[in-house]
Each structure stands twice: as C-alpha cells, then as structure tokens.
C-alpha cells in the first residue's frame, strides 16, 4: 500500500500535461515581462522616444524642419 501511495505521487508531480501547461505559462509570462521591461528601459526605446520628444519640441518653437528629410524617420512620425 506504501508502494502504491508514493507511485501516484510520482505519477502525479510527473505529469506531462500539468507540467507543460505551468511551462508555457510561465515561458509566456516571464517572456512578456521581459520584452516589456525591455522595450521601456531598452536603449531603442529610449532613442525612438527621445527623437519624437525632440521632433515635438521643434514644432513647439515653431522651428522649420523638413518632414521628408534623411534625418527624420517617416515610421517615428506621430502627426
Ligand atoms: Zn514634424
């Protein structure tokens, strides 16, 4: 009767199903954590924001720029 209880533990903890769920949920958590953390504090987030704050500020001076320019990236552009 011992044999069979610590057999159903085994069986149990080693389940491949349960084990995969928790895996995949934990990959996709962890996963999502990290890719936001990165995309906030990342250094190409912090260089896309600056060049949008930048860009505002040149709008706010009223400063002339051009928009089809080399130096401004048309996918950046939020107006
Ligand atoms: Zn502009």
Redesign the pocket.
């Known amino acids: 009767m011992r044999v069979f209880k610590f057999k159903n533990m085994v069986g149990v903890t080693k389940d491949p199903t349960l084990f995969l769920l928790l895996g995949s949920i934990g990959l996709l958590l962890f996963g999502s954590i990290g890719y936001g953390i990165y995309t906030t504090v990342g250094p190409s987030s912090y260089k896309l924001r600056d060049t949008i704050k930048e860009?505002a500020r040149?709008?706010e001076l009223g400063i002339a720029?051009g928009?089809n320019s080399h130096n401004?990236n048309e996918a950046d552009?939020i107006?």
């Open positions: 860009h040149l709008h720029h928009h401004h552009h107006h």
